[in-house]
């Protein structure tokens, strides 16, 4: 494990610890001393313009990505689910619908080089749970960008993740599409998982999540969506009024 996952050793119901990260691609950081508790069973939804930091912090979340200061603490170990953003994946190679799906489960294969009886039945059901059934034969890349956010939503469920980290996983898809992801990710919050999602959609999305972080770089709000997401935290985030901070 990355020297910089580290693990908490203590009983209370933190499921991580975010602490003082800070990263950045060049020498310039895009992230600066990000810190943030995150407890077993919450729903957070990062908010922040493109360029905030949003992905960079969910990769680092995921252990992709070795900051260059700062930690990620875990109370014990979670299983993660990642969904990365669907748009900055580049189709040009054949797989199928539940070829991809079936990657979440790549440590549970087996021996064989055919996916398992268990595997073939996880795949099924979370497909069939995203109403994805039908195109499960399908090249990836012939479908749409709703149906494909799906897909992804499935491969980082499939193994019954404790941690999901979704990179907007609602951003382009249709309203019924983004209505039933809502409709999964409640369904695995009250099973126990914690989730943490980036988003742009301030309505449809942040508005409906307990707890709501706004990040431009730094954390600049994070509290209750109906406290946090009133129109001079908006401002502040979306770096109008920048000068006033
Ligand atoms: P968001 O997800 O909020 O749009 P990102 O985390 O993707 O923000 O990007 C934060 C900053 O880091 C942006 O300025 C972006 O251009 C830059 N960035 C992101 N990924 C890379 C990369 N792979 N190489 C260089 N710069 C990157
Ligand atoms: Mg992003």
Excluded at 49 to 76: D, Q, Y
Excluded at 92 to 101: L, R, S, Y
Excluded at 115 to 126: D, I, T
């Amino acid at each position: 494990m990355q020297w910089w996952l580290r693990f908490m050793c203590r009983g209370d119901d933190i499921a991580l610890r975010i602490k003082g990260i800070t990263y950045g691609y060049t020498s310039i950081p895009v992230l600066e001393n990000i810190n943030l508790d995150v407890k077993k069973g919450e729903v957070i939804g990062l908010l922040g313009p493109n360029g905030s930091g949003k992905s960079t912090l969910l990769r680092i979340v995921a252990g992709l990505i070795r900051p260059w200061f700062g930690s990620i603490e875990f109370g014990k170990r979670p299983v993660i689910g990642y969904m990365p953003q669907v748009e900055s994946i580049d189709w040009d190679f054949p797989i199928t619908v539940e070829e991809v799906v079936a990657l979440g489960l790549w440590n549970r294969s087996g021996m064989m080089p055919w996916p398992s009886k268990y595997v073939r039945e996880r795949v099924n059901m979370v497909l069939e749970d995203l109403g994805m059934s039908s195109n499960a034969k399908r090249q990836i890349r012939e479908l749409s960008g709703g149906e494909q956010k799906r897909v992804f939503l499935a491969r980082a469920i499939v193994h019954e993740p404790e941690l999901l980290l979704l990179d907007e996983p609602t951003t382009g898809a249709d309203p019924s599409t983004r209505d039933d992801i809502l409709k999964i990710l409640n369904k695995l919050n009250r099973d126990g998982a914690t989730i943490i999602l980036s988003t742009h959609d301030i309505v449809g999305v942040a508005m409906n999540l307990p707890r709501v972080v706004c990040i431009n770089k730094r954390i600049l709000a994070d509290g209750d969506a109906k406290d946090i997401l009133r129109g001079d935290n908006l401002l502040k985030v979306y770096g109008l009024i920048d000068s006033m901070m």
